[in-house]
C-alpha cells in the first residue's frame, strides 16, 4: 500500500497494544494471502462476466464469431419489443402479489406460533420445511397436484372453474406460480418475523391491557409499528428474491401456456438460447439497474427505520 | 449491516414469551391458558405443508399399476419400491447424489474458509485503503443478480474448461461471499483484541493465531454461513442447469428436471426420485433444526 494510508493511520492511532508494532510498518504479508486469491477469483467469476456482459450489450454479437459496435440498437429494439415487456410486466406483477402474500401469511404465522399455543415447536418445524427443499421439485410435486389432484377434487365436488388445471390457462396460471414460490418462501419471512414479535417487550402489552386496549388495536397500534423495521426488510429481500424467479416457473410452466408466465430471467435464457446473446445483455443490463435501483430503495428506507 | 439498531432478537424473547397474549377475550392468566383456537388454526395451516409431503411419499410408495391412476391422496396399496428401483436405474442417482454432495461439500467449505480469510484480513487491516476498499467491493456482488452475470458466465466457464462441477463450486462460493464477509467482519468487529494479543505475546504468528483462536470463536457464525451455503448448493436448479455442459455431470435437482419426460406417467417413479433429492435436506434439517432457524434468523435479520 502507499505510504499516505500510512500516515492517516498514524494520525487516527486506530490499534493498541501488541499489534502496535505493525504501525507504521508494512502490513503483515500473511493478510495479502487472506485477502488477495478470495479478490482475485471474485474479480474473475463476477466483476468480469458483468463488465464484459454490459460491454457486449452495445454490440450485434451472437456469442460466437466476429462481431462489431452498434451502439444502443439493442436497447432501442428491446423497448419495442413486446416479449421483453410482457416478461417485465410479468415478473413485476408476479413479485407484487407474491410478496403481498407472503409477508401477510407469514406475519399472521408468526403472530400465532409466538401466542399461547400447543405443539409450539413441533408446528414451527414443520412450518419451516418448505425452505430447505429445491424449488424446482417443489414445483414438479404442486405441477402434479394442479394437473391431476385440483381438478379431480373439482370434479367430484362439482365446482366447475376447478376442473381444468390452472397450469393451461393462460390468465391464471401465475396464480399457481404466486402460491407455490409463497409456500417456499413463507419460513424465512415466517422466521425474520417471530425473530421481531419477541424483540416487542411483554410490558407494552400489559401497559395497553391496564388503558383497556382490544386485541385488535394491540396488533395494528403496538406491534405492527413496533415490527416495522422488519416488514420493510421482508418486503424488500423478498421482492429482490422473486424479481430472480426462475427454478419454480420451470417446473410448473416452464413459461407457458405460451409465454404467459415468462420471466424475465428465462427471457435472458431463452434468447441466449436461440442466439439473441447481445440483445439479451442489453436487457440483463437494464435488468441490472433495476436491481441497483430497489437495492438503493431497500438501503435508504431500512435506514431511515433505523434512525426513528 | 443495515439492521443493527434493531433489538438482539433473544434479548427480550423469554419475557416477551411469558407475557405474550393468552385466550382470545379471556383475561390474562400468563403462561397457563392455552390458546386453542389459534393451536388449531396453526394445525390446519401445518396441513398445506403437509399434505404436498404426504402426496410425495405416498406416490413414492405406489406399485406402477396403482401410480397410474394418478390419485393422489389414496395409500400405497400394496406397498411397492418399484418406483425407486427405477428412478435409481433411470436418473443414476448413486452418480448424481454423489455430485451434489460434492458441490455442496464444496461450496461449503471453500465460502467458510475464504469468506473467514479475507473478513479477518480486513477487520484487522481496517485502516489500510485496499482492505477497506475491498470489503465494499465485495459486498457490492449483493447487488448483482445471477440472471444478469449468467450469459457471461457460460461463456467464460466453458472457456476455462469450467463447465463442470468445479465451476459450479467457483461461483456458488462466490455469490454467496459478500453474504458471508458482511457477517462474518460484523463479528469480528466484536471480538475483543486482547484475545488475540495474549496469543501473540505467547509468540504465536498471525496464521496461528487465526487458527488456535479466530477461527474457533466464529464457529457460531460459520455455521450460519455454512447453512446458507448448504442450502443455496443442494438445492439451486438454474446455475448448474446453465454452468454444467456435461447432463452426465448434473446434480440431482437439474437430474429431475432433465428426466421429467421420460417419468410421464410413471409417476410412482417420479416421485421417488424427487423424495430420494429432497430426503437428504429434510432429514439433516430436522436434525439441526435448532442451529439451523438460529441461523437463518440471525443471517436473515443481519442482512
Known amino acids: 500500500m502507499s505510504t499516505t494510508g500510512t500516515i492517516v493511520t498514524q494520525g487516527k492511532g486506530a490499534r493498541h497494544g501488541v499489534l502496535d508494532r505493525r504501525r507504521g510498518s508494512r502490513v503483515e504479508p500473511i493478510y495479502y494471502l487472506f485477502l488477495i486469491p478470495t479478490l482475485v477469483l471474485f474479480t474473475l467469476a463476477i466483476t468480469v462476466p458483468a463488465v464484459t456482459g454490459i460491454v457486449f450489450s452495445f454490440t450485434d454479437s451472437i456469442g460466437i464469431g466476429t462481431w462489431s459496435f452498434n451502439g444502443l440498437t439493442n436497447y432501442i429494439a428491446m423497448m419495442s419489443d413486446p416479449a421483453i415487456l410482457q416478461s417485465y410486466l410479468f415478473t413485476f406483477g408476479f413479485s407484487i402479489a407474491t410478496v403481498i402474500v407472503v409477508n401477510v401469511v407469514a406475519f399472521l404465522l408468526a403472530v400465532g406460533l409466538t401466542a399461547q399455543i400447543r405443539f409450539r415447536t413441533a408446528l414451527r418445524t414443520i412450518f419451516v420445511i418448505p425452505m430447505v427443499i429445491s424449488g424446482i421439485i417443489i414445483a414438479y410435486v404442486f405441477n402434479f397436484l394442479f394437473s391431476n389432484s385440483v381438478p379431480a377434487v373439482g370434479n367430484a365436488l362439482g365446482i366447475g372453474w376447478l376442473k381444468d388445471s390452472l397450469l393451461a390457462n393462460p390468465d391464471l396460471a401465475w396464480v399457481a406460480i404466486v402460491l407455490v414460490t409463497a409456500w417456499q418462501a413463507i419460513p424465512g ?47 424488500i429481500l423478498g421482492f429482490k428474491n422473486f424479481l430472480n424467479a426462475y427454478d419454480i416457473i420451470v417446473g410448473l410452466t416452464n413459461g407457458g401456456p405460451g409465454t404467459a408466465t415468462r420471466s424475465v430471467a428465462m427471457t435472458i435464457i431463452a434468447g441466449f438460447n436461440g442466439g439473441d446473446y447481445s440483445y439479451q445483455m442489453a436487457n440483463a443490463t437494464i435488468f441490472f439497474i433495476v436491481a441497483i435501483i430497489i437495492s438503493l430503495l431497500q438501503l435508504s428506507l431500512t435506514r431511515g427505520r433505523n434512525t426513528i | 449491516m443495515s439492521t443493527q439498531a434493531m433489538p438482539h432478537p433473544d434479548a427480550n424473547a423469554t419475557r416477551a414469551l411469558t407475557t405474550h397474549r393468552a385466550g382470545k377475550r379471556a383475561p390474562r ?42 390419485k393422489a391422496f389414496a395409500w400405497p396399496q400394496p ?102 464477509v458482511l457477517l462474518f467482519t460484523a ?38 454461513v455454512g447453512i446458507f451455503a448448504f442450502l443455496y448448493a443442494w438445492n439451486d436448479f438454474m446455475m448448474p442447469s446453465l454452468i454444467i455442459s456435461d447432463p452426465s455431470l448434473q446434480t440431482l435437482p437439474v437430474r429431475q428436471n432433465l428426466f421429467q419426460n421420460q417419468f410421464s406417467n410413471n409417476y410412482n417413479v417420479s416421485f421417488a426420485s424427487y423424495l430420494m433429492a429432497m430426503a437428504p435436506a429434510i432429514v439433516a434439517y430436522l436434525f439441526t433444526q435448532r442451529w439451523v432457524i438460529a441461523g437463518v434468523t440471525q443471517g436473515a435479520v443481519k442482512g
Open chain 1, 189 to 235: 419471512t415466517l422466521l425474520i418475523y417471530i425473530a421481531g414479535l419477541l424483540s416487542v417487550p411483554g410490558d407494552v402489552y400489559e401497559a395497553a391491557d391496564i388503558d383497556g386496549a382490544s386485541r385488535a388495536q394491540q396488533l395494528f397500534r403496538i406491534t405492527l409499528p413496533l415490527v416495522a423495521g422488519y416488514v420493510v426488510i421482508n418486503m
Open chain 2, 29 to 70: 392468566i400468563r403462561m397457563e391458558r392455552v390458546n386453542w383456537t389459534t393451536t388449531i388454526i396453526l394445525i390446519a395451516c401445518a396441513l398445506t405443508v403437509l399434505v404436498p409431503l404426504y402426496v410425495t411419499v405416498s406416490m413414492a410408495f405406489k406399485s406402477t399399476n396403482q401410480a397410474v391412476d394418478g
Open chain 2, 79 to 180: 406397498f411397492s419400491i418399484e418406483g425407486f428401483i427405477e428412478a435409481w436405474r433411470l436418473t443414476e442417482f448413486p452418480v448424481a447424489a454423489g455430485i451434489s454432495l460434492l458441490v455442496t461439500a464444496g461450496t461449503v467449505t471453500a465460502t467458510i474458509l475464504l469468506a473467514a480469510f479475507a473478513s479477518y484480513a480486513i477487520v484487522r487491516n481496517w485502516d489500510r485503503r485496499l482492505f477497506r476498499w475491498s470489503f465494499f467491493y465485495l459486498l457490492a456482488a449483493m447487488f448483482v443478480p445471477f440472471p444478469v452475470v449468467a450469459l457471461p458466465q457460460i461463456q467464460l466457464t466453458g472457456r476455462l474448461h469450467l463447465d463442470n462441477p468445479g465451476g459450479v463450486i467457483i461461483l456458488a462460493t462466490m455469490f454467496q461471499l459478500s453474504f458471508s
Open chain 2, 187 to 224: 463479528f469480528l468487529r466484536s471480538i475483543p483484541l486482547e484475545l488475540e494479543e495474549s496469543a501473540r505475546i505467547d509468540g504465536a504468528s498471525t496464521w496461528q493465531t487465526f487458527w488456535r483462536i479466530i477461527f474457533p470463536l466464529l464457529a457460531p457464525m460459520s455455521a450460519t
